[in-house]
């Protein structure tokens, strides 16, 4: 009997024994790291970041704006605003040869016997119905240079472009046609209908393009 409670008593101090290092071995171990070292291992992870971070800036290239454009102007003189110029200049100086026209007496329904003055042909009249010759001109020849692409037959004669362009030519044709038969007669010719016609038809033009 006694060799048996000695037994359990062994047996339960063993036990308790176990137990115990289990426990034990259960437990952190023990930190003998300084407050320093300690310091250092928790700010190691971020100043590794950091570097990682300063490392990718520098590679990536710094992105640049674009440089401001200027704003686009149009220059003040263009080939199509030199035509509308023109275009302008022609009807004011047709207007003006008009307005200083002479008197054309009789012209083809003169008396017998009725003896025409001899005609002024460098006079004022003169002398503007060659400026209008020369601007109307020169506004279909800009016209035709700058804008030959908006004309197309197939469009038909209704269309605004064909119609500026059939206008203005038919318009500085008939005035240069009377600004000649006119300037190459002394004696009094029937002129001032066909200028009228011309100039007309000029206006016409310039109303439909602008």
């Not at 472009?161 to 500085?172: K, P, Q, S, W």
Request: proline residues 6%.
């Amino acid at each position: 009997m006694e060799v048996k409670q000695r037994c359990s008593m062994a047996l339960a101090g063993a036990a308790m024994l176990a137990f115990t290092g289990l426990a034990g071995a259960q437990e952190a171990p023990l930190d003998l790291s300084t407050p320093a070292q300690a310091y250092a291992q928790r700010a190691m992870p971020m100043m590794l970041a950091a570097n990682d971070s300063m490392v990718a800036a520098e590679k990536t290239p710094a992105v640049t704006a674009p440089a401001a454009q200027p704003e686009f102007e149009e220059s003040w003189l263009t080939g199509s605003k030199a035509h509308m110029a023109l275009g302008l200049a022609t009807i004011v100086t047709a207007l003006a040869t008009g307005a200083t026209a002479p008197g054309e007496g009789c012209e083809d329904a003169c008396p017998p016997g009725y003896v025409a003055p001899p005609r002024e042909t460098d006079g004022t009249h003169a002398k503007l119905a060659k400026v209008t010759t020369a601007l109307a001109v020169a506004t279909v020849a800009t016209g035709l240079y700058y804008h030959w692409d908006d004309f197309h037959l197939e469009d038909g004669l209704t269309d605004p472009d064909n119609l500026h362009v059939i206008l203005g030519m038919t318009g500085a044709a008939l005035m240069a046609y009377a600004t000649a038969k006119s300037a190459g007669s002394t004696t009094p010719v029937s002129h001032a209908g066909m200028g009228m016609a011309g100039a007309y038809g000029m206006i016409a033009a310039v109303k439909i393009a602008w």
